[in-house]
């Protein structure tokens, strides 16, 4: 297996790196990791709410939180997004799993992507925030991920969910966690003779293999790998996922299934709902999504995937790049496809007029 061919810096990262190379070179591996975090959290969440007062959205679309209790005795919350002029009409749904490699995420960080989402694809977005690194551990976020999507199954309802028209999503980090959630629920149904609960996935960028257990076996060679091949990308390098990867701890075996979904057999993937990818070719998660794209299509699996050659990972948070445009266009056009029948028929949900 050989995905090198997307992994060459494009012309237009170049030419953007070039004309900001302050904004790229700038590095705070002197601090803390907890004041990294703070910083990364207090950036990304003052980003989100310019973008949700200067685009008017937050007069469109109406949120709610619920405080969720998980497994451990503790709680998580989660919030609600949804299209203000739909009423209490039952809408498709989408459970949203933020990125931010376990450690960098909030509600608020998230709070524009979510409103732009439910106004623009007329769905209630439930965004589920779990806890995060070096503030937990192990399993920790995989854990919060499944009891968060399982109170939501529960409480369709409430939320002004269709159930029948329920996905599940996630961007980088939370790519595993959605990846796990779906299997999870693939398991239970056939476990319990039961409908599953998921009509679709999308996973943006995913991370499907803790850096310990990626199978370099099933490639051309080590360093035809995204792993080898993009150690030094920006925005996300080697250096960086060791990191990340070192916060989660070391009490759980680096192999455990729970946060290897990639790792998942073939045949315990048939039947899993159809599933959207969003790929950066110049990006050391690269290869994590195109294998477990390439395992479902394998295991008989509808995909579809979308790749950017040569562009590095999360570019789109750079929105002067031309690409940034294009990659909201296909995140979109990948929940519209998540969303839909086999026979790709979307039924648009009309305004609820005064």
């Known amino acids: 297996m050989d995905f090198s061919e997307w992994g060459k810096p494009s012309k237009e990262w170049l030419a953007f790196a070039a004309a900001n190379e302050a904004v790229l070179s700038y590095s705070e591996d002197h601090l803390s990791f907890l004041e990294q975090q703070e910083n990364a959290n207090k950036l990304r969440g003052h980003g989100a709410r310019v973008l949700v007062k200067t685009s008017g959205v937050d007069k469109l679309v109406a949120t709610e939180d619920y405080v969720v209790p998980t497994r451990d005795g503790n709680s998580i919350t989660i919030r609600s997004y949804r299209p203000i002029l739909l009423g209490s009409a039952a809408l498709p749904g989408y459970v949203y799993f933020h990125g931010g490699g376990y450690s960098i995420g909030s509600l608020d960080t998230e709070v ?3 409103s732009w989402l439910a106004h623009a694809l007329s769905i209630t977005v439930v965004h589920v925030c779990y806890r995060h690194t070096p ?8 854990h919060d991920a499944l009891d968060g999507f399982e109170w939501v199954a529960t409480h369709t309802e409430k939320l002004g969910i269709n159930p029948s028209r329920l996905i599940v999503g996630g961007i980088s980090a939370g790519g595993s966690l959605a990846a796990r959630v779906v299997q999870d629920e693939l398991r239970w149904a056939r476990e319990t003779g039961t409908s599953c609960r998921i009509k679709g996935q999308f996973l943006g960028i995913p991370n499907v293999f ?9 490639f051309a060679g080590k360093e035809k790998t995204s792993i080898f091949q993009c150690r030094d990308a920006a925005i996300l390098s080697e250096k960086r996922i060791k990191l990340l990867r070192e916060l989660l701890g070391s009490e759980v075996d680096p192999h455990d299934p729970i946060w290897n979904p990639g790792l998942t057999d073939e045949e315990e993937l048939r039947s899993m709902p159809q599933t959207a990818f969003l790929i950066c070719g110049w990006d050391p998660l690269r290869d994590e999504g195109l294998l477990y794209a390439q395992k479902l299509k394998n295991a008989g699996v509808r995909t579809n995937v979308h790749i950017f050659p040569g562009l590095p990972h999360a570019f789109n948070a750079f929105l002067q790049l031309p690409s940034s445009k294009l990659w909201s266009e296909a995140m979109l056009g990948c929940l519209r496809w998540a969303m839909a029948d086999e026979d790709g028929w979307i039924i648009e949900d009309a305004p609820v007029i005064p």
Request: glycine residues 4%; neutral net charge.
């Open 112 to 114: 524009f992507a979510c």
């Open 135 to 142: 503030q937990v551990k192990g399993l920790t976020p995989w």
């Open 210 to 218: 803790q850096y310990e257990a990626f199978p370099y076996h099933l």
